[in-house]
């Protein structure tokens, strides 16, 4: 219960994001890969948005008991960096949730390129380096990364 009220909360607060200056507020679609699953961004500016996966992750985590995969829910804050023919570079700061035997969360640092292919299509493509929290910090690093399509709104 304390898990759903969390991701309600998240949601509802991105939902109320001001969308001033970019048309193209929000986009929605799939990423493929490490998590897999469904993929959102909702823009803050023409040069910054918060991103959110709710996915399926098929990483081993450590956990031997579960090998078809956990709820992975992860949510970012990035910054873009665009070029004259629509392509973006970007990086951002976030957090990662895996929801298994006990919850994980880790820190993660996205790096990546989204193309706008249409005026209202865009592809992006991933890799963001995680480093587990908790349930106790570790010193190693883990990647989630992947590809995806999103429909602007």
Known sequence: ???????????????????ESNAQSTELGVIIGEPTGVSAKFWTSDRSAVD?????????????HNPSGNMHLHINYLWHFWTNSG???YTGLGGRFLFEDETQFAA????????NVARR?????ELAPTLPIMPETQSNFDINGGAGVRIRF
């Open 1 to 19: 219960m304390r898990h759903f009220f969390a991701v309600t909360l998240t949601v509802a607060l991105l939902f109320s994001l001001n969308h």
């Open 121 to 125: 299509l865009s592809l992006f493509f």
């Open 52 to 64: 959110l996966g709710v996915a399926w992750s098929l990483g081993s985590s450590g956990n031997m």
């Open 87 to 89: 392509v973006a570079f």
């Open 108 to 115: 993660r640092i996205p790096i990546g390129l989204q193309f």
